[in-house]
């Protein structure tokens, strides 16, 4: 039967209709169960897994590659860059920059450097002589020279192409991590000098490479390194190799020919201003050994022959080590005590990178911390005093003063003349003037100044064969003396009891957290060297420091512990009124950092401690100033268990100035001097004390300096530990006592409760716990014995049993 026709309009019976040949025919289903189909608009196929899509995987494989393949072409890009750029860069700037000659070069460097007083009026002025400014020809320069500047400063000179391919990255690295250096070779130098332009910068870097290739290009080396050593300056006022033979040596640099002279050149010429054996001659004479071991080390010196050289001697014959004022004299500057500021200005701005060629070639303009009425009050005072008329011609002296608040030095006085040995930085032990320090460490560990000590005398402390006595110089109105008293009275048994107790290590540290250096002289300070621990004798100021240090450190208990870096250049301008330098560095917490209350209560109580000495020594200021002070005398080395001194101090401050004085003599001997500080006038040769000679400088000095300024008040101290002494620690007997204070040890050092009695001669030179004596020049950094007090009013220095002793008021 043949299948029936649909209709026009009619609904469809079947909306699938058989297909033919169909394997699977479907049976009809009602529209609404039946679920959508392949190809249906609403069929959800992602459930099905099409075998022609790619792998995932392979797709985040293909875009990681498609990333890195960017990353790879960017960084040839820059890579490229990197290198054409500095190339193009190189090849841009050879075309403009142009290289001075030397007569260029001095013609630039004709303007006069002024040097002022903090309140602008002139100090002095340094102007450079053209006469002193001679050139020398190649072959006019001695071999011996060029040997011994190639050695220390290029020894590949003659092999690279201008410049220091590992100087230059040591810069580039130096300036990423703010570390400074860059060792340019002698090219290099000479475009430094040549520009004046001395910048941690890579822009002056990388013209100086420039200027240094096209220099290698167009001259020979021998002619580049003939101008180097025209210019190149050694200090002195010296730039060129004749002048700084002349400066040096007294002669031509032509007559130069032994290595030892060469060597002294070689070796100042990177830091001309501190390696001159005038101004340190520690490092100077390190510098030198360098020098002639490099010449060792590159063949141009045989071992045998340099183990057995000499550092040159001072003197004025050629061939001698000339003395540096004489030196300099000529290029004018600042003459008499003044010309050993000018050093030390030298000195502060080639530690701030910036040299006396620039200052020469741009003009500039350097002020001072010094204060002008100071100064002259300084030179006055100990004109007065130590070298009046009738007063021993081997005193020697020094005073440094510092302003409290700042750390400017207002007043310098290093020697008479200005002449040989800067005194100021002189380092001498400093006697009872050190025992400010002990106190300090005693109230780090809150021992008050009302605690008692055994004041009696002699004491015998240490067991043994290690045993040791220390004795005072005089009867005391106590028996058990309090800290404020033993310090008053400046009692040496009672502070060697103190220093054990609280532990020699401490006292050190103190004196360092104050302002003293912990190197002096290159090396370590106060016998903390190599991680030892400084003997007893630190306790009566047996380590060597220097005038500059000690006027520093009472500067920090001035300031209520505040310490300032001590400093002599306040501001330098170039002619332009460009500010180059100004100094600006912070005062920070000497002696507890965490604790500022605690910190400025250190100080506080060390100043009460000070407070009555100038009195007690019959120095007080005029009109009743206020002032906390110290004296101190070091023994007479050269005779066994001498009754003499060698050295005296008087140190002490007001809140708005802290002031060292030092009198010695050249070689430590006996210490004679005729000033009478209570009449003004000289009495027969008599042993100086800090109280004499020492003291009357310092009330002079600072009754003149502070003459019409208002009278300032120390501010009041807030007890830490006792703070009165007990109402037993005073009696008019001084009897003999080996007992300890009532204050138990604090350190893994020895006490110092129930000594037995020295069974042993006393030492006087070597002995346990007093460093070395031998007797050595003035300033050689070696710590020595100490020597007892001054007598108290009235009383006589005790001779024998002083093991060492202390040092005095």
């Given amino acids: 039967m043949p299948p029936r026709q649909q209709h026009p309009g009619e609904a469809p019976t079947d909306l699938f209709p058989p297909v033919a040949d169909d394997p699977y025919p479907r049976e009809p289903e009602l529209l609404t169960h039946r679920e959508p189909l392949p190809g249906d608009p609403d069929y959800d196929d992602s459930h ?349 002296s020094a005073l440094v003063a510092t302003d409290p608040k700042t750390g400017g030095v207002l007043a310098y006085y290093g020697s008479k003349d200005g002449k040989g040995t800067d005194y100021a930085k002189s380092a001498q032990p400093p006697g009872s003037s050190f025992k400010a320090f002990v106190v300090a460490a005693a109230l780090e560990k809150d021992i008050g100044l009302g605690t008692p000590f055994d004041a009696s005398s002699p004491r015998t402390f240490g067991k043994g064969n290690s045993g040791y006595t220390v004795s005072n110089a005089g009867k005391y109105p106590c028996t058990q003396c309090s800290i404020r008293q033993m310090t008053e009275y400046s009692v040496n048994t009672a502070f060697v009891d103190l220093a054990l107790q609280v532990g020699t290590k401490t006292v050190a540290k103190a004196a360092q957290e104050a302002g003293i250096p912990t190197e002096i002289n290159n090396k370590p300070s106060l016998g903390l060297g190599n991680g030892g621990s400084p003997s007893a004798g630190i306790a009566l100021g047996g380590y060597e420091v220097r005038t500059m240090d000690m006027s520093a450190a009472y500067a920090t208990f001035a300031n209520d512990g505040m310490k300032n870096e001590q400093h002599f250049v306040a501001k330098v301008v170039d002619a332009a009124g460009k500010t180059l330098h100004e100094f600006s560095e912070p005062a920070k917490p000497a002696f507890d950092q965490s604790d500022s209350k605690h910190n400025t209560d250190i100080a506080r109580n060390v100043t009460e401690a000070l407070k009555p000495v100038a009195g007690y020594s019959k120095l007080p200021l005029d009109n009743g100033r206020p002032s906390a002070a110290k004296t101190g005398t070091h023994q007479y080395e050269k005779e066994k268990g001498s009754s003499h001194n060698s050295r005296a101090w008087m140190v002490g401050y007001t809140p708005s100035i802290s002031t060292a004085v030092w009198v010695g003599t050249d070689y430590n001997e006996i210490l004679k001097g005729r000033w009478n500080s209570q009449t003004g006038k000289l009495v027969g040769p008599k042993d100086m004390y800090g109280k004499d000679e020492p003291g009357a400088v310092w009330k002079e000095f600072m009754d003149t300096y502070l003459n019409g300024t208002k009278s300032e008040n120390f501010a009041k101290a807030n007890p830490i530990g006792q703070f009165e002494a007990p109402v037993t620690s005073t009696s008019n007997t001084s009897a003999t006592s080996t007992s300890g204070s009532s204050v138990p040890p604090t350190s893994s050092e020895e006490p110092t409760s129930s000594r037995p009695t020295n069974t042993r001669p006393t030492p006087t030179c070597g002995g346990w716990p007093f460093p070395s004596c031998k007797p050595t020049p003035t300033g050689t950094g070696k710590p020595t014995k100490t020597s007892e007090e001054d007598p108290p009013p009235g009383g006589e220095p005790r001779g024998g049993g002083r093991g060492g002793g202390g040092n005095g008021n």
């Fill in 48 to 396: 099905v897994i099409d075998a022609d899509a790619p792998d995932p995987e392979e797709e985040r494989k293909l875009r990681k590659k498609k990333i890195w393949r960017r990353v790879r072409r960017t960084s040839y890009v820059l890579a490229g860059l990197a290198i054409i750029a500095p190339v193009v860069a190189f090849i841009v700037a050879y075309q403009f920059v142009t290289v001075l000659k030397p007569e260029e070069v001095f013609k630039n460097h004709n303007q006069v450097v002024t040097i002022n007083y903090s309140d602008g009026s002139e100090l002095a002025k340094v102007v450079p002589k053209g006469g002193e400014r001679v050139q020398l020809k190649f072959e006019e320069i001695p071999q011996v020279i060029k040997e011994a500047v190639l050695s220390t400063e290029d020894k590949n000179f003659f092999e690279n192409p201008g410049f220091d391919p590992i100087g230059i990255l040591r810069a580039v690295f130096n300036n990423l991590t703010g570390g400074t250096g860059g060792g340019s070779g002698i090219t290099q130098q000479y475009i430094k000098i040549s520009t004046g332009d001395d910048a941690p910068t890579l822009t002056r870097k990388f013209t100086e490479l420039v200027k240094s290739a096209k220099m290698d290009a167009q001259y020979s080396k021998n002619d580049i390194l003939t101008n180097y050593l025209n210019v190149i300056s050694f200090g002195r006022g010296a730039e060129g190799i004749e002048a700084a033979a002349k400066a040096y040596f007294n002669k031509s640099a032509k007559e130069i020919n032994r290595p030892e002279e060469a060597a002294i050149l070689a070796a100042v010429i990177q830091r001309p201003y501190e390696w001159d054996p005038a101004i340190n001659r520690e490092k100077s004479v390190k510098r030198w050994n360098d020098v002639l071991d490099k010449m060792v080390e590159n063949g141009k010196l045989q071992k045998a022959a340099r183990d057995q050289m000499q550092f040159p001697e001072d003197g004025e014959q050629p061939g001698q080590l000339r003395n540096r004022a004489e030196a300099i004299k000529a290029r004018g500057g600042a003459s008499g005590p003044k010309a050993l500021i000018q050093q030390q200005i030298e000195t502060e701005l080639e530690r701030k990178k910036i040299s006396m060629t620039a200052a020469q070639k741009y003009g500039y303009t350097i002020t001072t911390t010094i204060d002008k009425k100071a100064q002259e009050a300084a030179e006055a005072a100990v004109q007065k005093v130590v070298f009046a008329s009738g007063q021993p011609e081997n005193l020697r």
